[in-house]
């Protein structure tokens, strides 16, 4: 299933060439200090949670919740609510996902999430 362009989420894949450093005072374009290494970063800082939730979302294609999430991965012992709810929040802060609605549930408030679309407005489900 191909999203459009305007569903996708705006953050770039990582690139299989990493792209030259740029010059600075006794870094490795001076001789200086090696080269950052971002290949050794990025599987260091990015979870495997918003990984699985980024996926579900566009294998859903509509709004969920961190429980609908949670219920969602093959194995939810391994992601608790809490998890999913604490990366949903990050995500959010990022600017990736945008909470698009809530509703009471047993005296809590559900909240639901989706990507936000090129022009930074919400997605409707």
């Not at 001076?30 to 699985?52: K, N, Q, S």
């Not at 609908?68 to 802060?93: A, N, Q, T």
Request: with cysteine.
């Amino acid at each position: 299933m191909t999203l459009p362009m305007s569903k996708r989420l705006s953050i770039q894949s990582h690139p299989h060439i990493l792209p030259p450093a740029w010059p600075r005072p006794g870094g490795a374009a001076d001789g200086g200090e090696p080269a950052f290494d971002w290949a050794a970063l990025v599987p260091r800082i990015v979870h495997p949670a918003r990984v699985a939730i980024i996926e579900a979302l566009f294998y859903i294609d509509q709004p969920l919740s961190a429980t609908e999430l949670r219920d969602l991965f093959d194995e939810p012992e391994c992601y608790y609510l809490s998890i999913v709810s604490y990366h949903l929040g990050k995500l959010v802060g990022y600017g990736a996902l945008d909470e698009t609605g809530s509703r009471q549930v047993r005296g809590a408030t559900e909240k639901y999430y989706f990507f936000l679309s090129s022009s930074n407005e919400k997605v409707a489900a």
